[in-house]
């Protein structure tokens, strides 16, 4: 017999709301998702362009392909603390491009493991003259990417993530533009560093979890209907009058 008691039927009745809310804002989430991922490789796959050369030109324009030209100061590289492709440490080699005109735009030029981390030790992938590059477009982060990234230490040349404009003072650089660009995989004399063919894919879990709260919900409705049953004993068997 089903014999729903107040406190019980309050608990589930909450717990399944709050599941079936979470359910429903994963699925909100992806589609939210679905059109990042959409734009994302809409820009990867958009054909190669100059860098822009103003302000009002950046926006929209993260991760699309661009090239530029000038000449690398070499000497002024900074190096950022990266895991290798097969999960090794080492370094994301940050070099000054001097265009013509005299800007500066900050090349990440890729990856190189810890014992290629002095200069001497990757002298031909150190171009001298005018260079063409080619990578995608990246704006700057605003802050520390998460709590777990140490801090940097810009007084010893301590760098965990890119901060462009502590780069730049660090390297007491002018006139830098308010982008950099990463490298693509073109390789480079001598074999480092080496750029990245493309960013990783964005996660896409949000299915799966929506999946797990309206199961959760499920289940909670379930065992609040099993644990309010009760045997039918004899008084329930005796007429009321």
Partial sequence: MFRPRLGPTLFSMTMTCICIGLGVWQLQRLEWKRGLIAQRQAA???PPAPVPQSHGDISGRELHPVTDTGEFLNDRETLIHAIGPKGGAGFD???????????????????VPSERKDRAR?????PAGSVRVTGLLRLPLAAKPGWF???????IGSWFWLDLTAVAAAEHLGNVAPFYIDADATPNPGGWPQGRAAPPELPNNHLQYAITWFSLAAAAVLIYVLSQRHPVT????????
């Fill in 234 to 241: 004899s008084d329930d068997r005796i007429p009321r009058t």
């Fill in 93 to 111: 080699v940050l070099t000054p491009l001097r265009e013509a005109s005299g800007r500066i735009v900050m090349v990440n030029r890729g990856y």
């Fill in 122 to 126: 990757r002298e031909a992938g150190e």
């Fill in 149 to 155: 990234i140490p801090e940097n230490h810009p007084e």
């Fill in 44 to 46: 990867l796959a958009a």
